[in-house]
């Protein structure tokens, strides 16, 4: 926005380079399954991906035209989610990745995300769950504990009214990684039963969240052309004379037969 600044935090590199640790392969690899599954049957010209370019959020869905954007490198496009050099209504699909979790005002990113994306144009939002005990593990970090533990998480009730007051509506969604952050593969490997035990028992306390949503605009209407309404106006004048002459005629008619 002119005349504004904004402070675009740098831990988003940190979390691609924490992405390829154990911790981070553990959270990936489960956010790429809900990516593949939210992204696929999303339909339309254009879909963006803003931030972690090193990973492609978008690999499952069918949109020509794909692009990612962000200030870290490997983007096509670099600029900052805060404020996306992209025209108004232009995207169908957009991806936002722990996008919210690392700016200084996460609620501009979702407002740049309603301008561009175009109307019932669908938005996929990850981030980590504060009701659980990965920010347990936030708590206990002190110091500069580096991504993710630098982020600001998000819960998904707030984020939910966010979206409401932007006139988007969630239309799916899950959480998961409900395994103790544990540093070692080993033991993400031996707390695996909790990935169905906590999907069943304590649903909401997944790690991490992925969700859609979608752009609602109410009162659309078509706008047709003035030459199609000049013309629709002709035809139901040359309408509207025929039957007064018709009915003309049968009153003559009705005088004759009296």
């Known amino acids: 926005m002119p005349g504004t600044t904004h402070k675009y935090n740098g831990a988003r ?22 990516f593949d599954n939210a992204v696929d049957d ?22 020509t035209f794909r ?11 670099a600029a900052d989610p805060l404020q996306m050099p992209l025209a108004s209504q232009s995207i169908d699909l957009l991806v936002l990745p ?7 005002d996460p609620h501009l990113v979702l407002r740049e995300a309603e301008r561009v ?8 939002i990850s981030g980590f769950n504060p009701i659980s005990l990965w920010r347990v593990r936030q708590a206990f970090t002190r110091g500069d504990p580096g991504a993710p533990w630098d982020a600001r998480f998000i819960s998904l009730h707030r984020l939910k009214d966010w979206l409401t007051l932007l006139g988007m509506e969630l239309n799916g969604g899950s959480f998961g990684c409900y395994a103790p952050p ?11 039963f909790m990935e169905n ?12 969240y992925v969700v859609r949503a979608v752009k609602r605009v109410q009162g659309i ?38």
């Open 67 to 77: 692009f990612t954007l962000a200030l870290e490198r490997g983007a096509v496009l």
């Open 13 to 34: 590199s940190s979390l691609s380079e924490w992405f390829s640790t154990p911790q981070g392969k553990y959270v990936l690899e489960w956010e790429l399954l809900q």
């Open 221 to 258: 209407r078509l706008i047709t052309p003035a030459w199609r309404k000049e013309r629709a106006r002709r035809r139901a004048f040359v309408y509207t004379q025929r039957n007064g002459h018709a009915a003309q005629s049968n009153g003559h008619r009705k005088q004759r037969y009296d």
């Open 182 to 192: 544990f540093a070692r593969t080993k033991w993400l490997s031996r707390f695996g």
């Open 197 to 208: 035990a906590g999907a069943r028992w304590w649903p909401i306390a997944g790690g991490v």
């Open 42 to 63: 999303v339909f339309g010209f254009c879909g963006v991906q803003a931030g972690l370019p090193e990973t492609d959020f978008l690999r499952q869905n069918r949109i």
């Open 117 to 124: 994306l175009r109307p019932e144009g669908q938005v996929v």
């Open 98 to 104: 722990h996008a919210l979790e690392t700016v200084s």
